[in-house]
């Protein structure tokens, strides 16, 4: 490292090789870092508008979906019936009891939460029952505010946030009270991330 | 076995042939050693865990024919294997126990290089690839009986996804790349882990982690693969409940080797921590060892601090591991409150295992230098023979012939075990005639070595021998008179 090697910008030529090789390397691989997204599987990822399609096959109507009560919905459906028998896809469709706002002719008396507890991932469901009126999973007990879909008793509620929390979807409703879901974000600060949570 | 060079067939020189061409390969720099007498196994313990990684390579080949890893098909594609297929049980049952073998193993084999100290002898780079191997080990077996998909299975497959996505910031997005979203997804994906992306890993660290000196012992390699048959037979592995998401799960309990984290995670407190973070700690401890460990001297008894940290470890385990498949038969208390270990109780009786541990090492040092001491003492005073097991050549023969005998009547009864359609007493029958292999051959290198060690003949005895034998016989006619020489050789002069 004689003095006359050093350029202007007191690097040596031998250290301004080094960096030429280091930025090509990266260049040359730079294509390849969209590839990781083969890695995610595209059927759960890519996802948009669709009605609430109920299990007797009819798409849910705010105006005549009683009043405290829920039915398993499936999203996102696919074509292939394993994979709609998916638990990670199985969310319960709520319509909130009257004491919680459940009465309103609009969306926000409904709500869908994964049905995967956060616990160990079975499958809870919404016990409509007077004094009950939550989510309960079956295997640790596990217990699921219906308005929030924060778990406030069992295992569940002993873990941190975000997993205390269920993943959820949002809806659409058209001029005649059809219901569709609004295209969800996977992540912990959107609609959460299924069997994992979100932040409420 | 001793077959005549004399007699040098087309296929001996075919053999003879391929065995000089492999001068030029890499085995030439692997030395093999079949011993011919008994070592202890401790020493090669490892070959011993490879020798089970190739058998689960096999029989785990062998069920790749029928198992479907498809999220509504593989429990009852493995219920087809064990109920339906030909040998499907026997398959399916070495499997599970030579992975249980090979964790076990894998285990021993640690910690005997770890209390002798064979990492300092330039053996660090063997050491911390054997440590990823071992954990390697331990995910492979892991992955392998979460893809059963049974109800156990999937709330092993739940903690394992819970786990990671409990990794700060990152989490969700690893277990969405390497697990996938959903059962179908993970069922599929640890499959692709279990029969391809792990085992070429283990063969990866393998070709690092192999030593120079290989030791092939034919009848203790024989016996392990015996024990594996037996314990198949005797404990022959169930399938489980089909998982459907609607019903609860019940109680259940992961492998033998998990139960120890298994412990922590029952705690109920932050997942990172306890699932996560301790067994980190608990590898990263065991990949340093080699670097922190600065004793001289290789013998556990010399390194107190090292074998004081081995025990603790060692008890910590035992304890976890007891703790984790332990659940309050009392059925009247929530599951819930059956399921949760108390986190003071648990850390406290971490806490209290360290003195106790290391209470226990210098107890166990200082006797066993007393030991040693005396042992000095003892042979100082004299030889001590110990006795041995000699068998001469007759009854060398006749054992032989017994156990092959004894043989031909294991598999006429394993055959017709078989016929009668009990695929267990089948194969346990199979782990005895392994394991009465294993004695036979042991039997066999000892007659060989015998037959090395006879001495020679002594040479045919010449006249002159024979006249002087001659003269002494009737010396020894009159043994009670020189009995009483001595005293009497007193008087003469």
């Given at each position: 490292?004689s003095?006359?090697?050093?350029g202007p910008?007191g690097?040596s030529r031998r250290?301004?090789?080094?960096?030429?090789?280091a930025a090509g390397?990266?260049?040359?691989?730079a294509p390849?870092?969209?590839?990781?997204?083969f890695?995610?599987?595209?059927s759960?990822?890519v996802l948009?508008?669709?009605?609430?399609?109920?299990?007797?096959g009819?798409?849910?109507?705010l105006?005549?979906?009683p009043?405290n009560?829920?039915?398993?919905?499936t999203?996102?459906?696919?074509?292939?019936?394993v994979l709609?028998e998916e638990?990670?896809?199985?969310?319960?469709?709520?319509?909130?009891?009257?004491?919680?706002g459940?009465?309103?002719?609009?969306?926000?008396?409904?709500?869908a939460?994964?049905?995967?507890?956060?616990?160990l991932?079975?499958l809870?469901?919404?016990w409509p029952d007077?004094?009950?009126?939550r989510?309960?999973?079956?295997?640790?007990?596990?217990?699921y505010d219906?308005k929030?879909?924060?778990?406030?008793?069992?295992?569940?509620?002993?873990?941190?946030a975000?997993?205390?929390t269920l993943a959820q979807?949002?809806f659409e409703?058209?001029?005649?009270g059809?219901?569709f879901?609004?295209?969800p974000?996977?992540?912990?600060?959107?609609?959460?991330v299924v069997g994992y949570?979100r932040?409420a | 076995?001793?077959?005549?060079l004399?007699?040098?067939?087309g296929?001996l020189t075919?053999i003879y042939?391929?065995?000089?061409?492999?001068?030029?390969?890499?085995?030439?720099?692997?030395?093999?050693?079949?011993?011919?007498r008994?070592?202890?196994?401790?020493g090669f313990?490892?070959m011993l865990?490879?020798i089970?990684?190739?058998t689960l390579?096999v029989t785990?080949?062998?069920?790749?024919f029928y198992?479907?890893?498809?999220?509504?098909?593989?429990w009852?594609?493995?219920?087809f294997?064990?109920?339906d297929?030909?040998?499907?049980f026997h398959?399916r049952?070495?499997?599970?126990?030579?992975?249980?073998?090979m964790?076990m193993?894998a285990?021993?084999h640690?910690y005997?290089?770890y209390?002798?100290?064979?990492?300092?002898i330039r053996?660090?780079v063997?050491w911390?690839?054997?440590?990823?191997?071992?954990?390697v080990t331990?995910l492979?077996?892991?992955?392998?009986y979460?893809?059963?998909?049974?109800?156990r299975?999937?709330?092993?497959?739940s903690?394992?996804?819970?786990?990671?996505?409990?990794?700060?910031?990152?989490?969700?997005m690893?277990?969405?790349l390497?697990?996938?979203?959903?059962?179908?997804d993970f069922v599929?994906r640890?499959?692709?882990q279990?029969v391809?992306?792990l085992?070429?890993v283990?063969l990866g660290?393998m070709?690092?982690?192999?030593?120079?000196?290989?030791?092939?012992?034919v009848?203790?390699?024989m016996a392990?693969?015996?024990a594996?048959c037996?314990?198949?037979?005797v404990?022959?592995?169930?399938?489980g409940?089909?998982?459907?998401?609607?019903v609860?799960p019940?109680i259940?309990?992961?492998?033998?080797?998990?139960t120890?984290?298994?412990?922590f995670?029952?705690t109920?407190?932050?997942k990172f921590?306890?699932?996560?973070l301790?067994p980190?700690?608990f590898i990263?401890?065991?990949l340093?060892t080699p670097?922190?460990?600065?004793?001289?001297?290789?013998s556990?008894?010399?390194?107190p601090?090292v074998?004081a940290f081995?025990?603790?470890g060692?008890?910590?385990i035992l304890?976890?591991?007891?703790?984790?498949?332990?659940?309050?038969?009392?059925?009247?208390i929530p599951?819930?409150?059956r399921?949760v270990?108390?986190?003071?109780?648990?850390?406290?009786?971490m806490i209290?295992?360290?003195?106790?541990s290391?209470?226990?090492?210098?107890?166990?040092?200082?006797?066993?230098?007393?030991?040693e001491?005396k042992?000095?003492?003892?042979k100082?005073?004299?030889?001590?023979?110990v006795?041995?097991i000699?068998?001469s050549?007759?009854?060398?023969?006749?054992?032989l012939?017994?156990?092959?005998?004894f043989?031909?009547f294991?598999?006429i009864?394993a055959y017709n075990?078989?016929?009668s359609?009990?695929?267990?007493?089948?194969?346990?029958?199979?782990?005895?005639?392994?394991?009465t292999?294993?004695?036979?051959?042991?039997?066999y290198?000892y007659?060989?070595a015998?037959?090395k060690?006879?001495?020679?003949?002594?040479?045919f005895?010449?006249?002159?021998q024979i006249?002087?034998?001659?003269?002494?016989?009737p010396?020894?006619d009159?043994l009670p008179?020189?009995?009483?020489?001595?005293?009497t050789s007193?008087e003469?002069?």
């Open positions: 490292m003095e006359q090697e050093k910008g690097m250290d301004f090789l080094k960096l030429m090789g390397t990266s260049v040359a691989f390849f870092v969209p590839w990781g997204k890695m995610p599987n595209p759960s990822s948009e508008k669709v009605p609430v399609i109920l299990p007797d009819t798409q849910a109507n105006n005549t979906f009043v009560h829920a039915e398993v919905i999203y996102p459906e696919t074509a292939d019936e709609n638990a990670f896809r199985k969310w319960q469709f709520i319509r909130l009891p009257e004491k919680f459940g009465g309103r002719k609009d969306v926000s008396s409904f709500r939460y994964s049905m995967v507890c956060l616990h991932w079975c809870w469901k919404y007077e004094g009950r009126m989510g309960e999973c079956p295997c640790h007990g596990s217990m219906v929030t879909g924060t778990a406030y008793l069992g295992p569940a509620s002993l873990q941190p975000p997993s205390n979807l949002n409703a058209d001029s005649d059809f219901m879901i609004s295209p974000t996977w992540g912990v600060n959107a609609n959460g949570g932040f | 076995m001793a077959v005549s004399e007699r040098q067939n296929l075919f042939w391929i065995w000089n061409e492999l001068d030029r390969t890499i085995f030439t720099a692997i030395k093999f050693s079949f011993p011919s008994f070592v202890s196994p401790f313990l490892g865990t490879f089970m990684f190739i390579g785990g080949a062998l069920l790749m198992y479907e890893p498809i999220m509504t098909r593989s009852d594609s493995v219920a294997i064990n109920n297929v030909p040998f499907g398959i049952n070495l499997h599970y126990h030579g992975s249980n073998a964790v193993l285990i021993l640690m005997y290089q209390f002798s100290g064979r990492y300092k053996n660090e063997l911390v690839t054997g440590v990823i191997l071992g954990t331990i492979e077996a892991f992955t392998g979460d893809i059963i998909f049974s109800e299975a999937e709330l092993a497959i903690i394992a996804a819970s786990l990671t996505n409990s990794i700060p910031v990152a989490g969700p690893i277990r969405e390497a697990f996938g979203a959903g059962f179908h599929l640890f499959y692709a279990h391809f992306i085992p070429i283990m660290l070709a690092v982690h192999f030593p120079r000196f290989l030791v092939f012992d009848p203790m390699v392990i693969c015996g594996m037996l314990a198949g037979g404990f022959p592995v169930d399938l409940f089909k998982f459907e998401p609607t609860p019940g259940t309990v992961p492998e033998w080797y998990l120890g984290l298994y412990a995670l029952r109920q407190y932050v921590l306890t699932g996560v301790w980190a700690l990263g401890a065991l340093l670097f922190l460990d600065r004793y001289k001297k290789f556990w008894k010399d390194r601090w074998t081995g025990i603790t060692i008890a910590q304890v976890t591991t007891y703790w984790g498949f332990y659940i309050p038969p009392d059925t009247t599951l819930v409150e399921l270990i108390d986190p003071i109780n648990l850390y406290l009786v209290l295992l360290v003195p106790l290391f209470g226990f090492t210098l107890m166990m040092i200082h006797l066993a230098k007393d030991a001491r042992a000095k003492l003892a100082a005073n004299g030889p001590k023979k006795s041995g000699n068998l050549v007759k009854w060398t023969n006749w054992m012939v017994a156990l092959l005998a043989q031909v294991l598999n009864a075990a078989f016929l359609g009990m695929n267990n007493v089948n194969l346990w029958i199979t782990g005895v005639i392994l394991i292999f294993a004695g036979f051959f042991h039997l290198r007659a060989m015998q037959s060690n006879i001495p020679k003949p002594p040479k005895p010449t006249t002159k006249e002087t034998s001659q003269e002494s016989l010396q020894t009159v008179k020189t009995d009483v020489l001595p005293k007193g003469k002069p």
